[in-house]
């Protein structure tokens, strides 16, 4: 079956730019979650969503960043006046969400933003 | 904050030895997880586990849960090359994971 895939691989942008990243989950996984890694770093968590709505959104660095699953399904981070600190690879991961396996996250290859 | 420290950073070995990893944390996590990660590629999950104690094994990789669910262990029997790339305890508590910054594994022919 189809794994999480993401949206799109590579984001070149220049510095001031608002920037989308997409996720599509595997189907029927209610909870998804967004990581940033850098390099040599492993995944930071930014925001967790159990169905629609952000159940934990502690790791957003700051409010140029927001992130939408209005369906329950494709989740949107959007990031608003991008800056160079922002390069990074952006993670997705999504997981059954209930059941003995709730927590077994599944990822997708990430988007690689560069924010020139 | 939760963090987690990740053990040893680096380690190369020759193919078919046996390896071990850890994490520790000051924290108590309810789920470890053990992910492996390729370049260029998202983590990919190795084992999970949900109780204290639990130890856990899948193929030539077994992992345990310390008793008080601040630390975690991950073996690899008789590696072989494909085995190379970059492992990574995370611990989760309601939904929320915290990543160590991985172990990198080169295995020599």
């Known amino acids: 079956g189809a794994g999480v895939s993401q949206t799109p691989s590579n984001k070149v942008t220049e510095k001031g730019k608002y920037v989308e990243l997409r996720c599509d989950p595997i189907?029927?996984?209610?909870?998804l979650y967004w990581y940033r890694q850098s390099l040599g770093q492993g995944p930071e968590f930014l925001i967790y969503?159990?169905?629609?709505?952000?159940?934990?959104d502690s790791g957003l660095p700051n409010d140029r960043f927001f992130a939408v699953r209005p369906e329950g399904s494709v989740s949107t981070l959007k990031i608003q006046r991008t800056e160079r600190g922002d390069s990074a690879v952006y993670l997705c991961?999504?997981?059954?969400?209930?059941?003995?396996?709730?927590?077994?996250?599944?990822f997708g290859p990430g988007t690689r933003l560069t924010v020139l | 904050g939760q963090q987690l420290n990740q053990s040893p950073q680096s380690m190369f070995i020759q193919e078919g030895e046996d390896v071990s990893m850890n994490c520790t944390s000051s924290?108590?996590?309810?789920?470890w997880l053990w992910y492996k990660q390729d370049p260029g590629e998202g983590p990919v999950l190795l084992i999970a586990?949900?109780?204290?104690?639990e130890l856990t094994s899948n193929g030539r990789l077994t992992a345990q849960f310390g008793i008080t669910r601040k630390d975690s262990f991950l073996n690899i029997s008789a590696s072989i090359p494909s085995d190379v790339g970059i492992y990574f305890c995370?611990?989760?508590?309601?939904?929320?994971?915290?990543f160590g910054d991985g172990t990198t594994l080169t295995v020599k022919p």
């Open positions: 991961a999504s997981s059954p969400g209930l059941g003995l396996s709730y927590n077994e996250q599944f």
């Open positions: 189907s029927g996984h209610t909870a």
């Open positions: 969503f159990q169905g629609t709505g952000a159940a934990d």
């Open positions: 924290s108590i996590f309810n789920t």
């Open positions: 586990l949900y109780k204290a104690g």
């Open positions: 995370a611990g989760v508590n309601a939904g929320k994971s915290t």
